[in-house]
């Protein structure tokens, strides 16, 4: 299928409860794509794929309808961002990279612009550790993920952007763990393993 076809999707999940059942359902799921375990408003940032709005549409609903051992919904609420534009993106990188992160800071900035992109985008190109840019539909303008050894750093770069009178918010989620990262997950081994591969290798972030 031509990739031009493909609907991107990063879908955010507030989840109660064990996360379990939840998480067996997304590793083993070709749709998710990645998986970034966040602190914040939202649980859970889903970089995902689907061939149609009608697939994305059935996937939400499979993933509304499950349940904790207690018969109680896992996931409390369900929010979706279409990708418009990747401007910047991450290359040569896998889950062990992320794992290996443990002595950097992560996050995921929301900004809400809705005029005069180019500067916004101009500015983060020139960040060193600013890892991917997405122009998204939805409740924010962009998603930049950002990956720093140093948290004054990030502070400086959070100024910056402050800066800028076009924007209107900024939210950020850090990063807690990354469960799954473009198809790849950790097997019980301690192994990094694809538990269903999706044959298009289409990823955002």
């Known amino acids: 299928m031509p990739k031009n076809t493909i609907l991107h999707a990063l879908v955010f999940v507030q989840n109660w409860g064990e996360e379990d059942g939840l998480m067996t359902f997304l590793r083993g799921n070709p749709h998710a ?28 609903n499979r993933l509304k309808a499950l349940r904790l051992s207690s018969g109680v919904p896992a996931v409390i609420s369900v929010q979706t961002q279409k990708v418009i534009q990747v401007f910047k993106q991450k290359n040569d990188f896998d889950l062990k990279d992320y794992k290996d992160l443990t002595d950097r800071f992560h996050f995921f900035m929301l900004i809400d612009n809705p005029h005069h992109d180019e500067k916004l985008i101009e500015l983060l190109k020139k960040m060193r550790i600013v890892s991917s840019i997405l122009h998204v539909q939805g409740a924010n303008s962009f998603i930049v993920e950002i ?59």
């Open 33 to 60: 794509v990645s998986i970034f375990h966040v602190m914040g408003r939202h649980s859970y940032l889903i970089d995902s794929n689907f061939d149609d709005r009608e697939q994305l549409h059935d996937w939400i």
């Open 147 to 205: 990956i720093t050894e140093s948290y004054d750093s990030y502070k400086k770069m959070l100024g910056k952007a402050k800066e800028l009178k076009s924007i209107q918010h900024i939210e950020t989620l850090e990063v807690l763990s990354v469960k799954k990262y473009r198809n790849q997950v950790i097997d019980k081994g301690g192994e990094l393993s694809y538990p269903q591969a999706d044959l298009r290798e289409l990823y955002t972030l």
